[in-house]
């Protein structure tokens, strides 16, 4: 069974400030890893994802992560914080890429102004 | 680009009421997967459909049933509703072979 960990359940950054959302990972297999960012009362949409290429993912909005296998880690970063980048973001994982996805419990993360 | 399209986006029913709950996956996608979201929760995998065929089954309550029909949209049926069943629902449609998931807006339901 695959299982992912977010780690602080509410970040909070300075507007410009560097973000970084952590993530690890728990996988028997080679894993497929995502993050999904949540705006309040809206879907779930994909931010980027890694499926075995290179393991530095951008994204969209100026996000990427790395996947580091020694670490079992997929950390989400972004260089400068922007005030539209508050919202909730969920890492998860699945092992084939057509099996269901496993999330995380969130972070929120907040951006100071 | 076609996205996955879940309606109706609220429903508020009462308890012990019944609901159905569509999905329109991405034309060609094969598979779909349904999630729910409680408040302040992440989504938890409910049930999901390979070619119309349940394909994995997670944390569904038996009073939960859903199917995919053969133009491959799925419903999620819901009945004798209770308080706790109010939730957003997430239905995500995917290829087999990969490729990601795109996941609809949701529906919100309000059980009172």
């Known amino acids: 069974a695959q299982s992912v960990t977010q780690l602080g359940s509410h970040v909070s950054v300075s507007e410009g400030a560097l973000v970084l959302l952590r993530c690890n990972y728990s996988?028997?297999?080679?894993?497929?890893l995502f993050w999904y960012v949540q705006y309040p009362n809206q879907g779930l949409q994909l931010l980027l994802k890694?499926?075995?290429?290179?393991?530095l993912v951008k994204g969209i909005n100026g996000f990427e992560a790395e996947f580091k296998k020694s670490e079992t880690s997929f950390h989400l970063t972004k260089p400068s914080a922007h005030m539209s980048d508050a919202a909730e973001y969920f890492c998860?994982?699945?092992?084939?890429?057509?099996?269901?996805?496993?999330f995380g419990t969130g972070t929120r993360l907040t951006i100071i102004p | 680009a076609a996205g996955v399209i879940q309606s109706p986006r609220h429903l508020i029913k009462e308890k012990r009421e019944t609901a159905t709950l569509k999905c329109y996956p991405i034309?060609?996608?094969?598979?779909v997967y349904w999630y729910q979201q409680g408040p302040g929760q992440d989504p938890q995998f409910l049930i999901s459909?390979?070619?119309?065929?349940?394909?994995d089954k997670g944390s569904i309550p038996d009073r939960f049933s859903a199917q995919q029909f053969s133009d491959y949209h799925s419903e999620l049926n819901m009945s004798s509703l209770e308080l706790g069943d109010s939730a957003l629902y997430f239905c995500?449609?995917?290829?087999?072979?990969?490729?990601?998931?795109?996941f609809g807006s949701g529906t919100r339901l309000t059980v009172v």
């Open positions: 995500a449609s995917s290829l087999a072979q990969g490729g990601g998931y795109t």
């Open positions: 996988s028997s297999v080679p894993p497929y």
């Open positions: 034309p060609r996608h094969d598979t």
């Open positions: 459909f390979y070619e119309k065929m349940q394909s």
């Open positions: 998860a994982v699945t092992n084939f890429g057509n099996e269901k996805l496993t």
């Open positions: 890694y499926t075995s290429a290179a393991t």
